[in-house]
């Protein structure tokens, strides 16, 4: 996002230049780091204001993108009046707009294209229905040759009317029909109550379900259950990826 002064416009000689100036350089770093993208440079006279026509803007017709990868705010305390909001109502436009959203957190602690290969674990915590992105991700970090000799291990979040055994043999099957090698670690069940946050709300989930598949335990798909019909299993037990 590139700041615009009171007395510039859009047209103004400076904002094309610096506008110009600044995609050139992030070129430049996506070569340094191997990076293939398409640098997008949004002038604005707001940050905020930026950021919301970056996310509304991006792309090309039906090709835009349908994640947003954000930094954590880690000065946020110094001034949280001025912090906070345009960080949540950024986080609340994705959703919004229906995008994922990816925070990165301390990303400096984070090895980076020259370092050694990694070892030992990449761990994901399947929540309810939005541990699909996550482990797709993670299964294509294990393909850059720092992350290869990293193990995939599933995490699953489920609500305490659910039976944790089915929900393990249920991912297991999952995970062999998408052909993603992973071990199941802990199947913790919680209170529903500690679920609720993480719920769609009754018409999204019922869209969701017309359109997605669900996973059964002999391998095929089945179409979704009537309303009403779900039972105190299926809303957790018939995983799917969406």
């Given at each position: 996002?590139?700041?615009?002064?009171?007395?510039?416009?859009?047209?103004?000689?400076h904002?094309?230049?610096?506008?110009?100036?600044?995609?050139?350089?992030?070129?430049?770093?996506?070569?340094?780091?191997?990076?293939?993208?398409?640098?997008?440079?949004?002038?604005?006279?707001?940050?905020?204001?930026?950021?919301?026509?970056a996310?509304?803007c991006?792309?090309?017709?039906?090709?835009?993108?349908?994640?947003?990868?954000?930094?954590?705010?880690?000065?946020?305390?110094?001034?949280?009046?001025?912090?906070?909001?345009?960080?949540?109502?950024?986080?609340h436009q994705?959703?919004?707009?229906?995008?994922?959203?990816l925070?990165?957190?301390?990303?400096?602690t984070?090895?980076?294209?020259?370092?050694?290969?990694?070892?030992?674990?990449?761990?994901?915590?399947?929540?309810?229905?939005?541990?699909?992105?996550?482990?797709?991700?993670?299964?294509?970090?294990?393909?850059h040759?720092?992350?290869?000799?990293?193990?995939?291990?599933?995490?699953l979040?489920?609500?305490?009317?659910?039976?944790?055994?089915?929900?393990?043999?249920?991912?297991?099957?999952?995970?062999?029909?998408?052909?993603?090698?992973?071990?199941?670690?802990?199947?913790?069940?919680?209170?529903?109550?500690?679920?609720?946050?993480?719920?769609?709300?009754?018409?999204?989930?019922?869209?969701?379900?017309?359109f997605?598949?669900?996973?059964?335990?002999?391998?095929?798909?089945?179409p979704?259950?009537?309303?009403?019909?779900?039972?105190?299993e299926s809303?957790?037990?018939?995983?799917?990826?969406?």
């Open positions: 996002v590139v700041p615009l002064f009171a007395d510039e416009g859009l047209a103004h000689p904002v094309i230049a610096y506008s110009e100036s600044e995609r050139r350089y992030m070129q430049y770093l996506f070569k340094k780091v191997g990076l293939q993208g398409f640098p997008m440079v949004v002038p604005a006279r707001d940050p905020f204001e930026g950021r919301a026509f996310i509304q991006a792309g090309l017709g039906p090709l835009t993108p349908n994640i947003v990868v954000m930094g954590w705010p880690w000065w946020w305390r110094a001034d949280r009046e001025k912090v906070v909001p345009p960080f949540v109502e950024t986080i994705c959703t919004r707009l229906k995008k994922a959203v925070i990165g957190y301390d990303l400096k984070l090895p980076t294209f020259d370092s050694k290969p990694m070892s030992g674990f990449i761990d994901v915590w399947w929540i309810k229905h939005d541990g699909g992105l996550l482990l797709l991700i993670a299964n294509l970090l294990r393909k040759p720092i992350w290869r000799r990293c193990k995939l291990r599933l995490h979040i489920t609500d305490s009317t659910t039976d944790p055994a089915l929900i393990r043999a249920r991912m297991l099957r999952l995970l062999a029909l998408i052909n993603i090698e992973a071990v199941v670690g802990e199947v913790v069940s919680v209170d529903s109550d500690s679920m609720l946050p993480y719920m769609n709300p009754s018409d999204v989930r019922l869209e969701n379900q017309e997605a598949p669900v996973f059964t335990t002999d391998g095929l798909t089945a979704p259950p009537e309303p009403g019909h779900e039972g105190p809303d957790l037990a018939d995983i799917h990826l969406r």
